[in-house]
């Protein structure tokens, strides 16, 4: 059986639009940040238990603790977001600027 060639496309991206580019980012950085922010409150929660308990009021540890990782899982995500959305649109208008200068990034693309 003989092998047929696909044909093989070369472009340039000249332009990335800075929207886009800002959400996404700003997305992909508030999932980092719900992760990080789980992590640390599970390991509040934990510490502010074992502090409970060394002080003998276990239940006041960890309504502390809970309170601290509530307040981590909505607090990390939001920080990260907003900084992954403002880099995103830096890292595209930097990009868009430079890209006139010294020409885009080169893709070569395969017809399926």
Same mark, same amino acid.
């Given at each position: ?15 990335i639009?800075? !929207? ?11 999932l +980092? &940040?719900? /992760?990080? =922010?789980i992590?640390? $409150?599970?390991l ?9 308990t ?11 603790g809970?309170?601290?990782? !509530? ?10 977001g907003g +900084? &992954?959305? /403002?880099? =995103?649109?830096?890292? $595209?208008?930097g ?18």
């Amino acid at each position: 059986m003989a092998k047929i060639k696909k044909a093989m496309s070369t472009y340039v991206v000249k332009k990335i639009d800075v !929207l886009s580019t800002a959400k996404l980012y700003g997305v992909m950085m508030g999932l +980092i &940040g719900l /992760v990080i =922010g789980i992590i640390w $409150a599970l390991l509040a929660l934990l510490a502010a238990t074992v502090l409970g308990t060394a002080v003998r009021q276990p239940g006041l540890g960890a309504s502390i603790g809970g309170l601290l990782g !509530l307040a981590m899982i909505i607090f990390f995500p939001l920080v990260y977001g907003g +900084i &992954g959305f /403002v880099a =995103g649109a830096l890292g $595209a208008i930097g990009y868009n600027f430079i890209s006139g200068f010294v020409g885009g990034i080169e893709l070569e693309l395969e017809q399926k």
